[in-house]
T-cell receptor
Framework: QKEVEQDPGPLSVPEGAIVSLNCTYSNSAFQYFMWYRQYSRKGPELLMYTYSSGNKEDGRFTAQVDKSSKYISLFIRDSQPSDSATYLC?????????????FGTGTQLKVEL | EADIYQTPRYLVIGTGKKITLECSQT?????MYWYQQDPGMELHLIHYSYGVNSTEKGDLSSESTVSRIRTEHFPLTLESARPSHTSQYLC???????????????FGPGTRLTVL
């Protein structure tokens, strides 16, 4: 069983929709949770990160972590065609001294006009 | 904005050739990483380095080797390329986390390798 599970999609939504992307994980040691966005033929770029449980908001993006359920989410409000990309969740259990990230497989999102 | 570069961006090469994938970063980061990414699969760490003259193998077994002679440079070498090496190779670097947050990894654009 994979440590991190993520629905690969593809997910297709109309412009302006609210998008919910999710990951589940099995390793209780994970404390740091990240969302990366990867455009076609590009490297991943960090979108948001959170520590432990709770919510974090940045513009149209909200990251949620529920450690009791081992479940994290990324919400995108008022989705735009420019949001079309693959979204990767990543997790880590260490701070400082170097971290190894465990990634999900990514969810491919397409926002249509 | 991250300044991490990878060359070449695309490489098509025949079986048995020796290849080196280049990765450079201008941010002065001590830590650098190589990941392998295949369609529909998660990123797998194949090598990492915590500083000059420090290299370690990652979680995914790889026939490639790396070197870290300069802080900014982390090349990956395949002595004899095979079709099974066909993949996307991503380089990343990170700095020490602050205020209790873990390191933030910055990724290069990737090298798409095809071995015929």
């Amino acid at each position: 069983q994979k440590e991190v599970e993520q629905d690969p999609g593809p997910l297709s939504v109309p412009e302006g929709a609210i998008v919910s992307l999710n990951c589940t994980y099995s390793n209780s040691a994970f404390q740091y949770f990240m969302w990366y966005r990867q455009y076609s033929r590009k490297g991943p770029e960090l979108l948001m990160y959170t520590y432990s449980s709770g919510n974090k908001e940045d513009g149209r993006f909200t990251a949620q972590v529920d450690k009791s359920s081992k479940y994290i989410s990324l919400f995108i409000r008022d989705s735009q065609p420019s949001d079309s990309a693959t979204y990767l969740c990543a997790m880590s259990g260490l701070t400082g001294g170097g971290n190894k990230l465990t990634f999900g497989t990514g969810t491919q999102l397409k926002v249509e006009l | 904005e991250a300044d991490i570069y990878q060359t070449p961006r695309y490489l098509v090469i025949g079986t048995g050739k020796k290849i080196t994938l280049e990765c450079s970063q201008t941010m002065g980061h001590d830590k650098m990483y190589w990941y392998q990414q295949d369609p529909g699969m998660e990123l797998h760490l194949i090598h990492y380095s915590y500083g000059v003259n420090s290299t370690e193998k990652g979680d995914l077994s790889s026939e490639s080797t790396v070197s870290r002679i300069r802080t900014e440079h982390f090349p990956l070498t395949l002595e004899s390329a095979r079709p099974s090496h066909t993949s996307q190779y991503l380089c990343a670097s990170s700095e020490e986390g602050t205020r209790g947050f873990t390191d933030t990894q910055y990724f290069g654009p990737g090298t798409r390798l095809t071995v015929l």
